[in-house]
């Protein structure tokens, strides 16, 4: 995973705009990935690890989806993440 690609400016504008509630839930995925750009939060995580509430935490995520920075699935009682390089295509 390319840090500056999901940290860039450009990234951070189409958050701004788009999703500006997210913009916490995407910095605690960057954060917390591995150099492959893919976390695992579970509920338990999300709730008492990250004081914040499951169903907005989804909704950010879907919200980040749907900006193409990220993908996800439901994994084994929480979500798993993976962080996309809006640049890799390019």
Known sequence: MNIF?????EVLERI???CP?????????????????EIYFSRHQIEVDLSEDWRPFQKNIKSL???NLLSWHPYNKG???????IHEND
């Open 5 to 9: 690609a999901v940290t860039s400016q």
């Open 65 to 67: 989806a749907r900006e």
């Open 21 to 37: 509630e997210a913009l916490s839930t995407y910095l605690q995925c960057i954060n917390r990935a591995d150099k492959d750009g």
């Open 16 to 18: 701004s705009r788009h």
């Open 79 to 85: 979500i798993s993440i993976t962080l996309m390089d």
